[in-house]
């Protein structure tokens, strides 16, 4: 079984989004960092995993620490900054350059 690679996300960093599926369900954030390798993005604040911290120095405490993990792109879709409404995302080309369109307002998001 061989796993498609998508080398171009439509989501990019600084978006808006809203998660779809998971414990984080219905909540909105940024995208902090797309990986399009893996065909995931990090939201900022939302799926947060903990993570326990040893002590490194001495008189150094070990803490938890919560970490934003990497969520599919699948399961989450931008919110159009026009409209406020989670959006799908389309493509118009313009003088020989390339921008994205909420498909509910028809309004440029980049």
Not at 1 to 12: A, C, F, G, R, V
Not at 28 to 56: D, F, Y
Not at 90 to 99: L, S, T
């Amino acid at each position: 079984m061989s796993i498609k690679i998508n080398p171009k996300l439509k989501i990019k960093k600084n978006d808006k989004v809203i998660i779809l599926k998971g414990k984080d369900r219905s909540k909105t954030g940024k995208v902090i960092k797309s990986i399009p390798k893996l065909n995931k993005v990090i939201v900022e604040g939302l799926n947060l995993c903990k993570k326990h911290k040893r002590p490194r120095k001495e008189g150094e405490v070990g803490q938890v620490v919560e970490i934003p993990k990497p969520i599919n792109v699948s399961n989450v879709t931008l919110v159009c900054p026009h409209c406020n409404k989670p959006a799908r995302i389309g493509y118009i080309i313009e003088k020989n350059k390339k921008f994205r369109v909420c498909k509910k307002c028809n309004k440029k998001l980049d």
